[in-house]
């Protein structure tokens, strides 16, 4: 009598520690953000329900370089006025990131989205997409190729990155520092200058008035 009440108490305690442990999961079920390519993106818009493509460059980027085509407008940053040469190269610097950026995309998309984040080659996407992840979206893509690309030659590994753009510069290589060897303009995928009001970061609306 005794041996089947211990094993029923057990029996009760294994249940209980498996739902906790369901509910655990499901709780941290993405604790890395995911790496994809532009192509597996777009083929993730066209076959997975409730997948959503966001573009977290700049409002100067997303009108004058061209987006993707019904891609969500939610800058990371913002361009500044300031002007300075960084990294032997002179740019009109960003700013630090947009505070309101998880708290917008809060505002429309479920935690349980398909989030595909893209930028430009994929860098600031990657800062982006960790914060989602950090604030409970479970379902978040990095499109590591980005938009345009990255610049080119570029390698993973930083000393072979190094001794290759040295050389490519040094032979004036044709494309040297030039984007679009891969990214999502690369594959040839959809993308446009057009802007629809619909996919437009929502303060800007309100700012205009629309």
Request: with cysteine; glycine share 6%; charged share 25%.
């Amino acid at each position: 009598m005794k041996e089947r009440k211990m094993h029923s108490i057990c029996l009760i305690l294994l249940a209980g520690l498996l739902i906790l442990g369901i509910q655990k999961s499901d709780i941290y079920a993405q604790e890395e953000v995911k790496n994809i390519l532009s192509i597996e993106a777009y083929d993730m818009l066209n076959t997975v329900p409730d997948t959503y493509l966001i573009d977290v460059r700049t409002q100067a980027e997303y009108q004058y370089v061209g987006h993707p085509n019904n891609a969500y407008l939610f800058p990371y940053m913002f361009f500044t006025t300031v002007f300075a040469k960084v990294n032997e190269k002179y740019e009109y610097q960003l700013s630090q990131k947009n505070k309101d950026f998880v708290a917008e995309i809060s505002k429309i998309f479920k935690k349980t989205d398909n989030l595909l984040i893209i930028s430009r080659d994929g860098k600031i996407s990657a800062l982006a997409a960790k914060d989602l992840v950090a604030e409970g979206f479970k379902k978040v893509y990095n499109i590591s190729d980005g938009f345009e690309g990255s610049e080119f030659p570029t390698f993973d590994d930083e000393n072979r990155n190094k001794y290759y753009r040295q050389l490519a510069k040094r032979n004036k290589i044709y494309g040297f520092q030039q984007r679009r060897h891969d990214g999502w303009q690369f594959w040839g995928l959809p993308w446009t200058y057009e802007i629809d009001p619909k996919y437009i970061y929502p303060p800007d609306l309100k700012v205009s008035g629309q």
